[in-house]
């Protein structure tokens, strides 16, 4: 990313935001964030793949996302934690060569296209929306007019939504996560309520592996949890470390949930997984995985909603 491009995406970022009290436009050695600072909550977003890095909920003062201490912010690869935006595809894609892992819209500058504030009776701002869009969306044989807004809300919760809308005139599938590092204590001592049924073990890729009745994580752990019925209710999951709930997440329109560790030999081979940062992170993922088909005209809406 050259100076000029960036200096083109802040210009845009300014005068995007430059009615909103709640916005403000900071370019670092680290990239160009959109930083949100409301009466309920503050966030700070890369526009380097829309990549959420920070929600803190004024109530509590509790950073509710992890970055690793080693994660990379020269845009050669996405920062590792935070919120990375899994789109056209979740995980690799054999049918496209040299197919970036997670698909490629977080491995590029997006732009803030509409905010909104809205404001309580004293005029404080208690809900900001950002709609963010990527700068390209045809790439690797996906159509042009396969289009994907962000939508984030901050406010008491931190709420990420993406919609597709398949405005081509063919069938295209579909995959995706918000593909969230929350900041746990003790990898240990976490416990994960409100995941049920069963699951899809990556790791040794067995189906059926039925869901602990105690959810802890011991070892490293790649699963995807498909909902039985596609989701026609919300689903409910929260963190609690000892007897102390750490993070409420809510997903609605995923057809699974998707929980990562890496453990220990798994990030040691990672060169931006800090030493034992793996103990201080925990993935809880909303997906589309397995793929999902879009019909033209159809859209899909995936939401994770947490505090
Ligand atoms: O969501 C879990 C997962 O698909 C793991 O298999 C692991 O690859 C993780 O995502 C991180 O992927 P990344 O490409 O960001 O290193």
């Known amino acids: 990313m050259t100076n000029a491009n960036i200096?083109?995406?802040?210009?845009?970022?300014?005068?995007?935001?430059?009615?909103?009290?709640?916005l403000t436009c900071r370019l670092s050695s680290d990239g160009l964030y959109l930083d949100i600072s409301n009466s309920k909550a503050s966030a700070s977003l890369s526009m380097f793949g829309a990549h959420l890095c920070s929600f803190i909920a004024n109530k509590d003062g509790r950073e509710r996302l992890w970055i690793s201490d080693s994660a990379m912010f020269d845009a050669s690869t996405p920062?590792?934690?935070?919120?990375?935006?899994?789109?056209?595809?979740?995980?690799?894609?054999?049918?496209?060569?040299?197919?970036?892992?997670?698909?490629?819209?977080?491995?590029?500058?997006?732009r803030l296209n509409q905010a909104k504030e809205v404001k309580d009776e004293n005029g404080e701002v208690v809900e900001t929306h950002c709609y963010l869009k990527p700068t390209s969306l045809g790439m690797f044989s996906t159509p042009a007019t396969l289009n994907l807004t962000l939508m984030l809300k901050v406010s008491t919760y931190c709420e990420i939504t993406l919609i597709t809308e398949n405005q081509s005139s063919q069938r295209v599938e579909v995959s995706?996560?918000?593909?969230s590092y929350f900041a746990i204590e003790?990898?240990?001592?976490?416990?994960?309520?409100?995941?049920?049924?069963?699951?899809?073990?990556?790791?040794?890729?067995?189906?059926?592996n039925v869901s602990p009745s105690l959810y802890t994580i011991k070892q490293e752990t790649d699963r995807v949890h498909q909902r039985a019925v596609k989701s026609v209710t919300d689903e409910?999951?929260?963190?609690?470390?000892?007897?102390?709930?750490?993070?409420?997440?809510?997903?609605?329109?995923?057809?699974?949930?998707?929980v990562w560790n890496p453990w220990i030999?798994?990030?040691?081979?990672?060169?931006?997984?800090?030493?034992?940062?793996?103990?201080?992170?925990?993935?809880?993922?909303?997906?589309t995985e397995p793929r999902e088909a879009l019909l033209p005209g159809q859209k899909l809406v995936l939401t994770q909603k947490f505090d």
Not at 87 to 103: Q, R, T, V
Not at 176 to 179: E, K, R
Not at 236 to 258: A, E, F, Q, Y
Request: proline share 2%.
């Open 79 to 110: 920062i590792r934690g935070g919120v990375p935006i899994c789109w056209p595809w979740f995980g690799a894609n054999n049918k496209i060569n040299d197919a970036p892992s997670h698909g490629f819209v977080r491995n590029q500058m997006w």
């Open 176 to 179: 995706q996560a918000i593909h």
């Open 7 to 22: 200096s083109i995406d802040e210009q845009a970022l300014q005068s995007a935001i430059q009615t909103f009290t709640s």
């Open 265 to 287: 030999e798994k990030s040691a081979k990672m060169k931006d997984m800090s030493e034992g940062g793996y103990k201080t992170m925990l993935c809880i993922e909303a997906a």
């Open 236 to 258: 409910r999951i929260s963190l609690s470390d000892g007897d102390k709930n750490i993070i409420n997440i809510l997903h609605s329109g995923h057809n699974s949930t998707v």
């Open 186 to 208: 003790d990898i240990n001592q976490v416990v994960i309520n409100g995941l049920h049924g069963t699951y899809y073990n990556k790791l040794d890729n067995t189906h059926n």
